[in-house]
């Protein structure tokens, strides 16, 4: 049963007498949060068990128009259309928005039984899992449905709710307040949850660590444009700076088969996989993979030409001399009952990895003007990329780096920062954080038809914000502008 109107995407179950009932009646003494143990198992629940990688990369400008793949996807074409899906179902803006708000609820039942505690002190653990999945929830919620965050503008740009209690009524009003409010309220959760995270958990992959915590701060300020504060948290993070040894290990896959590659890519004992989440989606190989809108070779190609040669790990893995279909992830079937013939799939994904922390503290260096330790990090990533990978003749330079972006500027800056986001280009290709570097840094995109047809997205094109559910006005809120 799903009570908060902000919480889901059916506003007629919110409304219907049965909820009513159902909220006039007292809980099950049995599921009271009365240990830190049952909280802890609440808290597995505090993770948004959606994602929105289809959509996000057919907006961006990875795909080409491949009219010769059978895959039909709604996401895929809305997506390279940059039209508002109708579907409300996985995958979809709607279900996104549903789930990271029940994320929230979740978190913020278990701040309520903390704060309640007769000990508090004992659950300072799972208050610091809560705060932060809380904020990184919020997060994602403001980086998808609200402009990016400017210093300039962010004052008065409207953001999303930001919900810190429990709701107590079916139709609680909010207000989107603004991205400069959210982004103080993610803040103030990170600062007072980072300090009480432990590690503790038997499966860390699972859960807010301290790596995935800082690894989340360090997105955060990226785009926050505090690139000291990544710095500091990708050197918490990795103090010892061992990047290198744990990232996702492309090379180790090679006599894998298909299924194994995607297993292991999404494994819970991969080093590079800081957070991993449950997700319900049909990013599967029959609706993803072979979609029409893909991400070529050709375009690998390009992205790549920087360092001076392929990204021969990853390619290794494509499905497709042609396009880019690399093997990431497993699809789970579930049956709906156990005489069903329909279900979901599920698929557990990378929500923070260390080749993301390691990027981002690249792309800080760079902005302050460190180039000599940007390089280091691009190194340190390319190294585990490249097969026989030699320093000389495959590392990164300044030199390779000038010659490849001088038609497009002499700036030193904005070449290295060029060369940071083609390096994240490739490494996550069907991951969605293209479309998160698109919409922090407002690159225009530009997608072109085998007809002919050019389609651009300009950096202040209102399609940028995905839409709000519909529902949410019900509860005074604005819809985004079309």
């Not at 819970?268 to 989440?277: E, H, I, K, V, Y």
């Amino acid at each position: 049963m799903k009570k908060i109107i902000i919480y889901t995407m059916l506003s007629a179950l919110v409304l219907s007498s049965g909820c009513k009932k159902y909220l006039d009646q007292a809980p099950d003494q049995r599921t009271k949060l009365n240990t830190p143990g049952k909280v802890s198992e609440l808290l597995v629940t505090a993770y948004p068990k959606a994602n929105l990688f289809l959509l996000s990369e057919a907006m961006s400008d990875n795909p080409i128009d491949n009219s010769t793949a059978g895959g039909v996807n709604q996401m895929n074409i809305g997506g390279y259309f940059w039209k508002d899906p109708e579907s409300i179902s996985q995958d979809s803006p709607t279900y996104y928005w549903g789930s990271c708000y029940e994320a929230i609820a979740a978190a913020n039942q278990a701040l309520e039984a903390c704060n309640n505690a007769a000990n508090p002190q004992e659950y300072n653990s799972q208050r610091g899992e809560a705060l932060v999945a809380r904020a990184y929830a919020h997060f994602m919620l403001v980086s998808y449905y609200a402009k990016a965050y400017n210093p300039a503008t962010s004052g008065t740009d409207p953001g999303i709710p930001y919900v810190t209690a429990p709701e107590k009524v079916v139709l609680q009003q909010y207000d989107r307040k603004t991205v400069a409010y959210v982004y103080e309220q993610i803040e103030k959760d990170l600062k007072e949850g980072l300090p009480l995270i432990k590690d503790n958990y038997a499966v860390p992959a699972y859960h807010f660590t301290k790596k995935a915590a800082q690894a989340f701060a360090a997105r955060f300020y990226l785009n926050k444009r505090d690139y000291k504060s990544v710095i500091d948290a990708a050197n918490l993070a990795f103090p010892s700076n061992n990047f290198a040894g744990n990232v996702r290990p492309w090379i180790s896959y090679a006599n894998l088969d298909i299924t194994e590659q995607q297993k292991q890519f999404t494994s819970a004992t991969n080093p590079g996989n800081l957070l991993l989440g449950e997700t319900i989606t049909n990013m599967v190989p029959s609706a993803y993979y072979g979609s029409r809108y893909s991400f070529s070779q050709v375009k690998l190609n390009s992205v790549t030409a920087p360092v001076g040669v392929d990204f021969t790990a990853l390619k290794k893995y494509s499905t497709s001399s042609t396009f880019y279909f690399v093997n990431k992830f497993y699809r789970h079937f579930v049956y709906s009952s156990i005489n069903a013939t329909t279900g979901l799939n599920y698929s557990m994904v990378p929500f923070l990895t260390t080749e993301e922390l390691l990027m981002n503290r690249a792309e800080a260096y760079v902005m302050n003007e460190d180039y000599a330790s940007a390089l280091a990090d691009m190194n340190a990533l390319i190294s585990q990329r490249v097969l026989n990978y030699q320093e000389a003749a495959n590392g990164l330079t300044n030199a390779k780096i000038m010659a490849f972006y001088v038609s497009k500027t002499t700036d030193v800056k904005e070449a290295y920062l060029n060369a940071v986001l083609d390096i994240k280009r490739a490494e996550f290709v069907h991951e969605g954080i293209r479309w998160m570097d698109i919409k922090r840094l407002n690159l225009p995109v530009t997608h072109n038809d085998q007809d002919g047809t050019i389609r651009t997205l300009a950096a202040n094109d209102p399609r940028r914000l995905l839409q709000l559910p519909a529902e949410v006005t019900l509860s005074g809120i604005q819809l985004n502008p079309r």
